[in-house]
């Protein structure tokens, strides 16, 4: 396999996974999901303005609970974004010499 074919498989399975996560993402279970990502992130948010600022076991659980419901979100999106420039690079491939 030559370098460029290598870079183009690598592309579809970067597309199919993005075609994946998009669809996970408008199937209930995904959609619950970010649902839940926003609901967990918006309580801790407002745990966290209301805990006692010196009190840093507390603050820095919080801060985890909210950092880990962002990256579910960033993952996600990382995976549709990154699908559809591995998409975008295979049609340009496809796309004529002239």
Do not use: C
Request: aromatic share 6%; no cysteine; net charge negative.
């Amino acid at each position: 396999m030559s370098g460029r074919d290598l870079d183009l498989d690598f592309d579809m399975q970067k597309a199919q996974l993005g075609i994946e996560a998009e669809a996970f993402l408008q199937g209930n279970l995904g959609r619950y999901l970010l649902e839940r990502a926003e609901v967990e992130i918006d309580l801790r948010t407002a745990e966290l303005v209301k805990a006692d600022p010196e009190d840093s076991k507390v603050n820095r659980e919080l801060r985890m609970h909210i950092q880990k419901a962002q990256l579910f979100k960033t993952w996600l999106k990382e995976l549709v974004s990154a699908g559809r420039l591995a998409e975008d690079r295979i049609h340009t491939e496809d796309q004529p010499d002239y």
